[in-house]
């Protein structure tokens, strides 16, 4: 099972939007509403931002977002922060019964 | 309060076996799906297992299938990782957590394995 496809890095500057974007297969993204999204502070264990394609869990800011169309998943972050500065993954369910995570994206706020 | 607490990382040489624990608190993990993953210094996440909430139910990535055993004691709230034959590749951060079969809501903070002679 292949990683899914996140860019590298985005940038930012603090107020602005930035989408990350999730590339898959028909065999993971495509064929589930079960993407999820997670933030990584450097030292820090992930944490749970967006789940089944668009839902925030509760405490989540709601300047969190996530969408699907196809194989891609996006993940939305508007009004941008300095505390939003962190990596982040997509994740996907698979038709092998299996997870399978994104290279990551490493995010700067400029 | 949930909590998650795994123990067990360590240094282990080439073809050892070690086996890595995840003590759940505030839920109990029979009402929930377990998941394991790991990440290798400055790397990504990499999922590895998953069980189920009756414990029936196990999936394994590639890379570990043959090698990993997931497994729990209910009595103690605690899963389990049996790693077998380890490689230098498998040097990780490894992570717990639980939540649905589909992604976590809660991880704990990890333990350190490192693979080498």
């Known amino acids: 099972q292949s990683a899914l496809t996140q860019p590298a890095s985005v940038s930012g500057s603090p107020g602005q939007s930035i989408t990350i974007s999730c590339t898959g297969a028909?065999?993971?993204?495509?064929?589930?509403?079960?993407v999820s999204w997670y933030q990584q502070h450097p030292g820090k264990a992930p944490k749970l931002m967006i789940y089944?394609?668009?839902d925030r869990p509760s405490g989540v800011s709601n300047r969190f977002s996530g969408s699907k169309s196809g194989n891609t998943a996006s993940l939305t972050i508007s009004g941008l922060q300095a505390e939003d500065e962190a990596d982040y993954y997509c994740s996907s369910y698979t038709s092998s019964r299996i997870l399978v995570f994104g290279g990551g994206t490493k995010l700067t706020v400029l | 309060e949930v909590r998650l607490v795994e123990s067990g990382g360590g240094l282990v040489q080439p073809g050892g076996s070690l086996r890595l624990s995840c003590e759940a608190s505030?839920?109990?993990?029979?009402?929930?799906?377990m998941h394991w993953v790991r990440q290798a210094p400055g790397k990504g996440l990499v999922w590895i297992s998953r069980i189920n909430t009756d414990g029936a139910t196990t999936n394994y990535a590639d890379s570990v299938k043959g090698r990993f055993t997931i497994s729990r004691d209910t009595a103690k709230n605690t899963v389990y990782l049996q790693m077998n034959s380890l490689r230098v590749e498998d040097t990780a951060v490894y992570y717990c957590?639980?939540?649905?079969?589909?992604?976590?809501?809660?991880w704990g903070q990890g333990t350190l394995v490192t693979v080498s002679s």
């Open positions: 028909s065999s993971d993204i495509g064929g589930y509403n079960y």
């Open positions: 505030g839920f109990t993990i029979t009402s929930s799906w």
């Open positions: 957590g639980r939540g649905p079969g589909s992604h976590s809501d809660y």
């Open positions: 089944d394609v668009s």
